[in-house]
């Protein structure tokens, strides 16, 4: 018990002097970091998503990291911005990366992730400040930038703000890096309101480009456009009246921009620049939707364009839909007693008339010229809008709720009804969620997964190639809708890209939704072509022949091969390569739990299980290989589908198998367990506490109870004054022994 004891005291002596280690060298952030070699020179490619590709690496989010977890610079793993040679993604190299941010990279809005400008990479991170009560303000999101070889992480952040799903997005301008973001419920002076900044990396200066605006629209097919479309209602603030019910104007904006219309509040009674400024605009006036309403009288205020007192039209409310490929789509409604329907019109106009010289705000969209103006009558529908190779639009994919459609533009408008001619289905399987596009190729989602599921069909056919007929006669077809695997992407966040014929998600396939970390699908053929949908089809077989519900696996005679189901599902998704697992496990119960050999698996199932490794006797249809990491993983193993890409931390990799193990009965069995041994790791530190207290205890009393005895018996000891006499004659010759007669009493004095 001794030696024990003493164990435990040098035990918890090691681990306060470790603390103290790591209290101190905590004390302080460093953000310094190795040069990491190779070429980072090159085009930019898919900016703005959790990945994006500069010189020979793809740069990537690794997860999706909880923006209270631990965010030490130099401890991240999970979350943090790592890369990928195009080199080892092409050969299934996914554990070979390096990491560059040994941050959190993090976004609550997942809009915008990862920008790439010259030689740097952009991006949020949670706060690493502490607030005056020393809690970590990780609520709150920080922008910085890391060079591309993982040195020069800025220490002191761009700027910081208290929302953490602020919608945001970096774009460059004559070379110099803006933050554009939109700040809701911002209180800048007496009310709060949604305002829309710039700020210069460069400077650090931070721009209201526009005060209280209503909607907005960044340009949703290119991140790094600096353009922004944004609505503002207008107030005559010299008469006090809003006409925010009556129109509307639309404006645009750069993020380079610095320099305010300037606007005369001089006879606007109370007025307090300092208290409220009233309106700040940095944009330009495209679209002013001045005009009668009725027998309202409507004043020109001067916020108006140039030409509004004249016109003699209704007044327009726009409600902007979207900006892409140079495009502004909007809606507007015309405020007039009757016959309106121009409610359900979806007009398009192209940015560069927009901001021409000769676009006239209140006017030019009168003409039509100018407008480009498509019929929809259902403008709640999400649309993808298709453009020839020159730019110009020439039809769209609507999203309805029962499947895809594709309408062709037809005298530059969107048909209203599906006509089987030039509005059609291509897809009958529900309502689906865009993912991305890729060539020819509409990759979408379906409910019904834990996340976004991965499905796509070619949308370049007409009605023929996707009407009944075809696809019973041709069940291969380009243009028949296929479901990739059970690949699953975390909702919610960034959606999966596709780089090099392979799709980059968050995963959250089977037995992976707790752990959220990157994961890759390989769609290319044995020579590097993008896979059709018949050997796309032909790959789900395989795996569903595998795994699925009437797999190869499922029909397992269980009767015969006892348990082995559950065994072969845990060799397939932990990738298990050691013949030996089981038989080490029937081992443990028998040396553990005194079991039989074959308690659990039969010789014979051993026997399957072995073929089942190697893929050979009933496993041979599965001997098919891809090198996966540079090992050869067979066509019975997770990774021949879809792979981990990155890593994981030593705990979740830990976590993940005896998740596996619990789920599929084939976890080790625990051994009996002493005292100390059954104590949680909370009960085992409060022991060594107390251990180490009553040690200290016991020695405090081993040294101070002597003292304070000692002390009292000094204190009850005689005490002789100064001066006192004492007889020091010599008393050698007096006998101790004698009576009081003087006889002695010792026999020996003779």
């Known amino acids: ?55 020979d690496y793809i740069y990537f989010i690794n997860g999706r990291e909880a923006y209270t977890a631990d965010n030490t610079f130099g401890k991240v793993v999970k979350g943090a911005i790592m890369r990928i040679s195009k080199t080892d993604l092409k050969s299934r190299n996914y554990s070979n990366v390096d990491t560059v941010v040994p941050l959190v990279a993090y976004s609550g809005n997942a809009k915008t992730g990862l920008f790439i400008y010259g030689d740097y990479v952009y991006y949020t991170t949670p706060s690493t400040d502490k607030n005056s009560d020393g809690e970590i303000q990780n609520s709150h999101l920080t922008f910085r930038r890391t060079r591309l070889n993982g040195t020069d992480t800025s220490k002191n952040y761009f700027m910081q703000l208290a929302d953490n799903a602020v919608d945001y997005r970096y774009v460059e301008v004559d070379g110099t890096v803006y933050i554009m973001y939109v700040a809701t419920s911002e209180k800048l002076y007496e009310n709060s309101y949604t ?76 007025f307090d620049a300092d208290k409220d400024p009233l309106y700040i605009n940095c944009g330009d006036l495209v679209l002013d939707g001045y005009g009668f309403i009725g027998d309202k009288n409507v004043s020109v205020t001067q916020f108006n364009g140039e030409g509004a007192k004249d016109v003699t039209r209704a007044s327009y409310t726009y409600t902007l839909s979207s900006y892409e490929n140079g495009y502004l789509y909007f809606t507007r409604y015309a405020h007039i007693i009757s016959g309106n329907d121009s409610a359900n019109a979806l007009y398009s106009i192209a940015d560069k008339d927009l901001i021409s010289a000769s676009w006239n705000s209140v006017t030019s969209q009168d003409g039509e010229a100018y407008n480009k103006y498509i019929t929809d009558k259902e403008t709640g529908s999400t649309k993808v809008y298709l453009y020839d190779a020159s730019g110009k639009l020439e039809g769209a994919l609507i999203l309805a709720s029962d499947g895809i459609q594709k309408a062709n533009l037809v005298d530059g ?95 959250q396939t089977k037995y992976m939704t707790s752990y959220e970390y990157a994961m890759v699908c390989d769609l290319n053929t044995a020579d590097g072509k993008m896979m059709t949908n018949a050997e796309i089809k032909a790959l789900n077989e395989k795996y569903d022949g595998l795994i699925g519900d009437d797999g190869d696996i499922a029909d397992v005679d269980e009767s015969v091969y006892e348990n082995l189901q559950n065994a072969l599902k845990y060799a397939f998704y932990a990738n298990e390569s050691e013949y030996d697992y089981i038989y080490k496990l029937s081992e443990a119960y028998k040396d553990i739990k005194n079991y039989d050999y074959n308690h659990y698996w039969s010789e014979e199932s051993f026997a399957k299980y072995d073929d089942f490794l190697k893929a050979k006797g009933d496993w041979e249809g599965y001997a098919e290989t891809r090198t996966v990491n540079g090992k050869e993983v067979a066509a019975n193993k997770r990774d021949y589908y879809y792979a981990l890409l990155g890593k994981m931390t030593d705990g979740d990799i830990e976590s993940y198998n005896d998740d596996l193990k619990g789920i599929f009965n084939i976890s080790y069995p625990e051994e009996e367990l002493s005292w100390f041994e059954g104590l949680s790791t909370g009960e085992k530190a409060g022991f060594i506490i107390g251990v180490v207290l009553g040690g200290l205890i016991v020695i405090a009393a081993a040294v101070l109870v002597p003292l304070l005895i000692i002390k009292r018996k000094k204190k009850k000891m005689p005490q002789y ?3 006192i006499k004492v007889d020091t004659t010599d008393d050698r010759n007096i006998d101790v022994y004698a009576d009081e007669d003087g006889e002695s009493g010792n026999d020996n004095n003779e």
């Open 721 to 723: 004054k100064k001066g």
């Open 195 to 270: 305002n829309l900044h710039s700020y210069n990396t460069e400077t650090g200066v931070d721009t209201l480009l526009a005060y209280n605006i209503d909607k907005y629209v960044f340009d949703n097919s290119d991140v790094t456009n600096p353009r922004v479309f944004y609505t503002m209602n207008v107030t005559d603030f010299e008469i006090g009246t809003s006409y925010s019910s009556d129109y509307n104007q639309v404006y645009t904006v750069t993020a380079d921009e610095t320099e305010r219309n300037e606007y005369d509040f001089s006879d606007v009674e109370d």
């Open 1 to 55: 018990m001794r030696k024990f004891l003493t164990k435990i005291i040098c035990f918890a002596a090691a681990v306060a002097v470790a603390l103290g280690i790591f209290l101190i060298s905590a004390c302080g952030p460093d953000y310094s970091g190795k040069p990491l070699a190779g070429n980072t020179d090159g085009e930019v490619v898919s900016n703005g998503g959790f990945a994006v590709e500069k010189g």
């Open 413 to 507: 408008k969107i048909p209203d009804e599906v006509d089987n001619d030039t509005r059609f289905y291509i897809t009958t399987d529900g309502q689906a969620t865009l993912l991305f596009v890729e060539g020819n190729y509409i990759y979408y989602s379906l409910s019904g997964g834990d996340g976004y599921t991965v499905n796509r069909v070619d949308y370049s056919g007409e009605y023929k190639d996707y009407n009944g007929l075809a696809v019973t006669l041709n069940g291969n077809s380009e243009y028949q809708p296929v479901a990739i695997l059970d690949v699953q992407s975390l909702n919610g966040w960034y959606l999966p890209e596709m780089f090099g014929n392979q799709i980059l998600f968050i995963s």
